[in-house]
Each structure stands twice: as structure tokens, then as C-alpha cells.
């Protein structure tokens, strides 16, 4: 199973790794001699002793000895199912991923160590916080999956190693800014003008509102159905008043089919940022989430009850509501701390 060869007039000792599918060899630190080759040999045979207890055990539970490009692979079966935008977020990890972990090679050189070693290597990287909150997410639900088919032996790694989510200040349009926006719609396209208004007047995602038909337009009950990529669910929320008529003057355009006319969802994002260049508020940090963001603190502003909003949101669990709504209850204090004037001598 191991070997033992003179190198530099020292004694190393080599072995195939079975787990990662590749020769190794390593340094005894011992000088190349008649009494070393000795203490050699007793090394080797422990050595020998060792690997074979650590594939046994491996048999025992029942470890799949495959390649990383293969448990990737049976990784996106699994997901299929997800959200397109979750789909771009595993092969952006995948692309990191692989350029540290060989994906030829057994997923057995996914240890604890390696894990740990590799996230703490992006410490010095210029990510902002989220994105390494991404890595950190990622790698533990793949972790997982991997336990879970025994591709790898269970292990948890160190809290103090893995990414948290940054907290950052919810930016939600100011009154005046909204007012311009609203205001410039009316040089704007029908499109773009239905676009805006259903997701000022919904909250609800890009991606919630991009498949939009006809069809899901109820004006009997006011009610509106769509479909939601990001938690795989069917919602019927009703209509705020001022966006029925936009919806109906949208509707007798169409007739038929989609509301809105987008190639992709990205064109909805890069058609919003032309126009807040073209109203000069693209420096404040408004993005397409905003929308959503102030939809939900004018909701926390006038008084609505936090499952209201949560079904509103279409939130698939209410804590996400809650957590939202914790960190604008923090943000009020703030401002509201500010105010206190203190005598001064």
C-alpha cells in the first residue's frame, strides 16, 4: 500500500490516496540510513495500519467515493427546480469552488480543514460582506448535500470561519424623489409606466411580475395572481385602488398574453436605471428592490399588522416580515435618538 525511496539522501515515504484518486508522497524527516531505513519501515506499517482503518470506516457508513464533478452534477438535479437567479448564484460558486478544489478528483478532498482554509482565503479579497455571506451559504448547502448521499464524512464548520449577512440601512425612496418619479412616467411608454406602478404598488419582485398575464387580472374581485420563482408558490393578492386603472388602460393595449414587454428580467433593471439617470437620482442608491423595501415601510408606517404584509410581500415565511421589520423599528429609534439635545457646557 506505501512505499519508501531515497530523495536527497532522505527517506520519504509514498502512497495512492484512494479518497482523492491521486500518488502522494511526504518527507519521514529522517536522513537516509541503515538504522533510519528501520525506524522507516515501523513508520510505513502504521502508517499502512491507519489508512486501511480510515477505509473501513469509510466502507462502514457507506462513503461514494465519486468525483466533485459528479456530485455537482447531482447536486443541480436536485435543484432544478430553483429560481433562475438561484440557478446564476450556484455557478458563480461553482466557478470559485472549482478553482480550489479539482472537480476530477474524489469529493473527499472537501474536509474540514480544506473548507475552513479556503473561505478564510477571501478575508483579503475585495468582496463586499454579502457576497462572502453568498460563498458561506452556499458551501454549507452543499456541504449538506453531501453528507446527506455520503459523498463526504459529516463535519461542521467553525462559526468564527463562515460569513454573517451585513445589516445594511433599508434605502427606500424619499417623498420627493418618489413624487419625480411618478411624474416623469408620463413621458415614458406604456411599458415601463405599467412596470413601475406594479411594483410601487405591490411590492412585489421583478421576477414576481415578468410573467404577468392577462388572464391574472381579476377586476370583479380586484384581485391579482401571479406566480413567485423565488419560493416556487402561487399567491392571489388584492389590488391597491390607484393601480386598477393603470391595469385596465394596460389591458385594453395588450388585449391578450403578457402585461408587460421585456426580452428578460434584466432588460426590466436596465430600462429602471436609464430612468433614474435620466431624472438625476442615480447616486442615491435606489435599486429595484427598492420598490419592495418602500412598499414594506409605508405598509410599517401606517400601522398594518406584520402577517398582512407578510401575505402581501408574498414572503414565503413571516420571519423574513419580522426581521424587516425589526430593523426598521431600529432605524426609527435611531432617528428618533438623534433628536435629543443634550446641554452643553
Given amino acids: ?81 430553483k429560481a433562475p437567479g438561484t440557478i446564476d448564484e450556484y455557478d458563480w460558486f461553482f466557478e470559485k469552488l472549482n478553482k480550489k478544489f479539482n472537480k476530477d478528483e474524489s469529493c ?67 417623498s420627493e424623489d418618489l413624487k419625480k418619479l411618478i411624474d416623469g412616467l408620463k413621458t415614458k411608454n406604456s411599458n415601463f409606466r405599467t412596470t413601475f406602478n406594479l411594483l410601487i404598488y405591490t411590492g412585489l419582485r421583478p421576477s414576481d411580475i415578468y410573467e404577468l398575464k392577462v388572464s391574472d387580472i381579476n377586476f370583479t374581485d380586484n384581485i391579482l395572481s401571479y406566480y413567485s420563482p423565488k419560493t416556487n408558490e402561487h399567491f392571489m393578492v388584492p389590488m ?38 435620466k431624472q438625476k437620482l442615480q447616486n442615491k442608491g435606489y435599486t429595484l428592490r427598492t420598490f419592495r423595501k418602500t412598499f414594506i415601510t409605508l405598509a410599517h408606517a401606517s400601522g398594518m399588522d406584520l402577517a398582512t404584509v407578510s401575505k402581501l410581500a408574498g414572503h414565503k415565511q413571516i420571519n423574513t416580515t419580522q426581521k424587516y421589520y425589526n430593523q426598521l423599528n431600529l432605524t426609527k429609534q435611531a432617528l428618533e435618538l438623534n433628536k435629543l439635545e443634550f446641554p452643553t457646557k
Fill in 108 to 174: 473527499l478532498q472537501l474536509t474540514k480543514l480544506s473548507c475552513e482554509a479556503w473561505l478564510t482565503s477571501f478575508r483579503t479579497s475585495n468582496y463586499q460582506q454579502n457576497t462572502l455571506f453568498k460563498i458561506s451559504k452556499v458551501l454549507k448547502k452543499f456541504l449538506n448535500f453531501l453528507f446527506e448521499y455520503n459523498y463526504v464524512p459529516m463535519f461542521k464548520l467553525n462559526k468564527d470561519v463562515t460569513f454573517k449577512r451585513a445589516v445594511k440601512p433599508i434605502i427606500v425612496f424619499s
Fill in 1 to 81: 500500500m506505501a512505499s519508501i525511496y531515497k530523495k536527497d539522501n532522505k527517506i520519504y515515504i509514498s502512497w495512492y490516496d484512494t479518497f482523492e484518486s491521486k500518488p502522494k508522497s511526504k518527507a519521514l524527516g529522517l536522513k537516509y540510513n541503515s538504522e533510519n531505513l528501520k525506524i522507516a519501515e515501523r513508520l510505513k506499517k502504521a502508517f499502512e495500519l491507519e489508512l486501511q482503518n480510515k477505509i473501513n470506516k469509510l466502507n462502514q457508513i457507506g462513503i461514494v467515493k465519486d468525483k466533485l464533478s459528479i456530485a455537482i452534477e447531482h447536486f443541480y438535479r436536485n435543484n432544478s427546480n
Fill in 240 to 277: 391597491h385602488p390607484n393601480l386598477i386603472p393603470i391595469l385596465k388602460e394596460r389591458i385594453s393595449e395588450v388585449k391578450e398574453g403578457k402585461i408587460l414587454e421585456y426580452e428578460s428580467i434584466n432588460n426590466i433593471g436596465k430600462a429602471y436605471r436609464r430612468y433614474l439617470t
